[in-house]
């Protein structure tokens, strides 16, 4: 009983002298938690040389290396990962604009390969592969126990080899079964077209280093085509899973004049990076309507975000998939790279949207089913080991987005559903696009408003 009292009056004492006795005190639990650590590392040893002794056959050491080392990361969320060399090289080839094999992206979900979305006028695309699709097998055999690398790995190859793929659908009776020929995958990242000859239509599929000087490309050819002058433009978000957070920031900047574009929170408060607009606006204050989806993720989402807050854009379509995670590729040479999680991103507003997503001003959904069957898309907050969304932390006040400004009649006008009967979307013919048609009608509108408004003011 007195060793107890001396011990509570030793402690009392410690947090009377905390500033003498704290540092310690921390000292002492370091210590504690490096030796939990080697003893960890110690296991880790045991783990691996019983494995290398006892397996059923003979062990490649770097490939059990590498898959405990991918492990970790997996493990951490679901973008962190460990890139072998070729991994790694085949990464930098995709981020430059061209890479091989089938033309999806993907990521991991209960053992599944979780396809994201395919890219336009590619062997998964014209296979008809979608957004939301599982892939449980490939040339017959399972997914399950492969990781996400070894997935894509097997996906690429020559062009011109075959590969069979089987996918799960949501709504579908049974698995569907694809042949696929892979090929070089030279995505375009920019489309473009006129509607109508006075609206711009431009869609970004990805952001790779090519995506910023090709939009500048095609909006200026659009305003030579444009026999009257361009009414509105309408920035295609839909589907499109991201990329560089450095091409993100131009294409946002390219519209906007001043102000925040994002700005990125990691572990150590001096680590926090911000971005800014610098003064010009490739789209001379023409009015804009961002068109996002559940697939519009990452970078979609921090250009999104930075024309919904500056009020530069109306964000039309349905709530983005809601990845607010900045990844950092980390070589280490001679043995491939890893990515990591580094930070979470912000809106201009302070809004942090991982797992939560881009909320469309305007909602418009692209069939009627998904309002009468409720039907699910999975999205950031639903994969395992998800990121928590911190933003109420961050920002315990919160920065308000400034209301809408239009034309009175102007948001009245949009339907949010398709009528009874519409045809089913086919991404080859635009008169299917609900959405489109809705954002380039509300664009005309708007127009037609602003004109009646310029009138009266006279």
Known sequence: MKRRVRTVAAMAGAFAAGVVVGPMVAAMAQDGGRADTYRLLNLFGDVF?????EYVEPINDREAIENAINGMLTGLDPHSSYLNQRSYRDMQVQTRGEFGGLGIEVTQENGYIKVISPIDDTPAFRAGVKAGDLITNLNGNSVQGLTLQEAVEQMRG???TPIKITIRREGADRPIELSLTREVIRPQVVRSRLEGNDVAYIRLTSFNEQTDVNLRRALQTLRQQAPNGLKGLVLDLRNNPGGLLDQAVQVSDEFLDKGEIVS?????PEDAQRWNAKPGDIAQDLPIVVLINGGSASASEI?????????RAVVLGVKSFGKGSVQTVMLIPGNGAIRL?????YTPSGRSIQATGIE???EVLAQREQATAGIPREREADLRRALRNEGGVQQPAGAAIPKLDLPAGVIEKVSRLPPEGAPAFDPTKPETDFQLQQATQFLRNLASAQQTSRRAAR
């Not at 040389?49 to 002794?53: F, H, K, L, N």
């Not at 250009?303 to 009020?311: E, F, N, P, S």
């Not at 999680?341 to 991103?345: D, Q």
């Open 49 to 53: 040389e019983r494995v290398r002794a």
């Open 158 to 160: 020559e062009r011109g």
């Open 264 to 268: 990125t929170r990691a572990r150590r």
């Open 303 to 311: 250009v999104a975000g930075a024309l919904q807050d500056h009020r």
């Open 341 to 345: 999680t580094t930070a979470r991103y």
């Open 360 to 362: 469309p001003d305007i």
